[in-house]
């Protein structure tokens, strides 16, 4: 498609439980990146890929994150027993080319209680 | 981590009136882009400017680079209240990531 698709736009979850968010990049485009925005405003890069293949996860806490690009499925990213910091909006985005403008999806809103 | 402070934090204005805001970097750059976030949507990319260009126009919209105060301002003309949202200046790093500024909130009063 022409714009990157985000799944759910909301998800509520219990402190403990798990949760997973998808995103389907735009056709054609090579890199998706995950970000992570609290109070409206700091993005937090979390990981990026470059076709399934993780390019880069420095900003990924390992311990409960985990994220996956897999052939011809929606990219996922997923969260094992949530924190209440946890809260915050997952953008997903995708570029053709590297350093190129990124197409970002309208997030995910991840609400834990 | 964020790249830099953009100021103002927030800036409130009257329709027709001009926006400004600057934004600053801490890190040698490939190029500096700004981006547009409206209430509850993503990111949406307004503009691309490369290290060795200090201007640009697209529409009414104005950007300055300048190097060697590692420093960029967006300047929106004959502001519209549909240009009420968050504006974000990011630089991509060596591994292609965004590194972003803190945001200004614009607010466009009809």
């Known amino acids: 498609g022409e714009e990157v698709a985000q799944t759910p736009k909301h998800l509520v979850r219990g402190e403990g439980q798990k949760a997973k968010l998808y995103c389907a990049p735009i056709?054609?485009?090579?890199?998706v990146f995950w970000y992570q925005q609290v109070l409206k405003n700091e993005f937090k890069f979390l990981i990026s890929?470059?076709?399934?293949?993780?390019?880069?996860e420095t900003g990924m806490p390992k311990e409960r994150f985990s994220a996956k690009c897999l052939p011809n499925s929606p990219c996922s990213l997923e969260i094992q027993a949530t924190k209440l910091e946890d809260s915050a909006v997952y953008f997903c985005?995708?570029?053709?080319?590297?350093?190129?403008?990124?197409?970002f999806g309208d997030g995910t809103r991840l609400s834990i209680l | 981590s964020q790249q830099g402070e953009e100021d103002p934090q927030a800036l409130s204005i009257q329709e027709g009136e001009n926006a400004t805001m600057n934004c600053s970097y801490k890190?040698?750059?490939?190029?500096l882009q700004w981006y547009r976030q409206n209430s509850g949507r993503g990111l949406v990319h307004l503009i691309l400017?490369?290290?060795?260009?200090r201007e640009k126009h697209s529409g009414r919209l104005r950007v300055t680079l300048d190097t060697s105060k590692k420093s960029s301002s967006l300047l929106i003309t004959a502001s519209r209240a549909a240009d009420t949202a968050s504006y974000f200046c990011?630089?991509?790093?060596?591994?292609?990531?965004?590194?972003f500024g803190s945001g200004t909130r614009l607010l466009v009063r009809p």
């Open positions: 990011a630089t991509p790093d060596s591994s292609y990531k965004l590194i």
């Open positions: 890190t040698s750059i490939n190029n």
């Open positions: 400017i490369r290290s060795n260009e």
């Open positions: 890929f470059q076709n399934e293949n993780v390019f880069d």
């Open positions: 056709k054609g485009h090579s890199y």
């Open positions: 985005a995708s570029s053709q080319l590297q350093g190129q403008p990124q197409h």
